[in-house]
């Protein structure tokens, strides 16, 4: 029953969109706390040969101080996941998906980002080995944009002897903000909540093998 219900409250938060995976764990509104809402943009470069359009893209995020209260399989922790399909936007540099998630006030902190693609042969992840602590506050009856992650590809030389570049199969996301465009989008998408005030949320980190300014 759990699993239908979450089924149906992703299918909620992404507007249908198939390309959008959101999971958020039902005991974080079991104390009836105020709500806010997390607003951003995941997609992909799409320039080539750093293309990330065939990278999937997932971003792990969790209340602060919830890091020992939490296993390995990930229980209790929101995802956020796109493969670039069905995208909310495209033009010839990026195209993507918004997001919108009612979550309860508080302070909440991006700590994982895994990146999954191909080289051809094999399947190859990319994901940070230390938690990455990238904090941001929800706060009630208010959109936190959080801004727009890009999968971006690392290259790769098919040969010394033509010098051609690919994408790799490994990536990393690359985070800018685009907030006329997602703030539009977001009253499209979800007009019930266009008065809503949309505030930028400044996140700070440095660059690392899966996150980049």
Not at 146 to 166: D, H, P, T
């Amino acid at each position: 029953m759990m699993k239908t219900l979450l089924v149906f409250f992703t299918l909620l938060l992404t507007g249908c969109s198939s390309g959008l995976q959101v999971s958020v764990p039902d005991s974080y509104f079991e104390q009836n706390k105020a709500t806010g809402y997390l607003v951003g943009s995941l997609g992909a470069n799409t320039e080539w040969p750093k293309t990330g359009k065939n990278l999937i893209s997932t971003i792990n995020i969790r209340p602060i101080g919830t890091a020992h209260d939490i296993t390995n399989t990930l229980d209790g922790v929101i995802t956020i996941t796109s493969n670039n399909e069905d995208g909310h936007f495209e033009n010839p540099n990026v195209s993507g998906h918004l997001f919108s998630i009612e979550l309860p006030v508080g302070e909440y902190e991006i700590f994982s980002i895994k990146l999954e693609g191909s080289d051809g042969n094999k399947t190859l992840t990319t994901q940070n080995r230390k938690d990455m602590h990238v904090r941001f506050e929800i706060e009630p009856n208010k959109a936190s944009y959080i801004g727009q992650f890009l999968a971006v590809s690392r290259i790769a030389k098919k040969s010394e002897l033509w010098n051609l570049q690919y994408p790799s199969g490994y990536g990393y996301l690359q985070h800018s903000y685009d907030q006329s465009r997602d703030e539009s989008l977001f009253t499209e998408h979800y007009p019930e909540n266009k008065t809503m005030p949309f505030n930028l949320e400044l996140l700070t980190f440095s660059n690392s093998r899966v996150l980049k300014n």
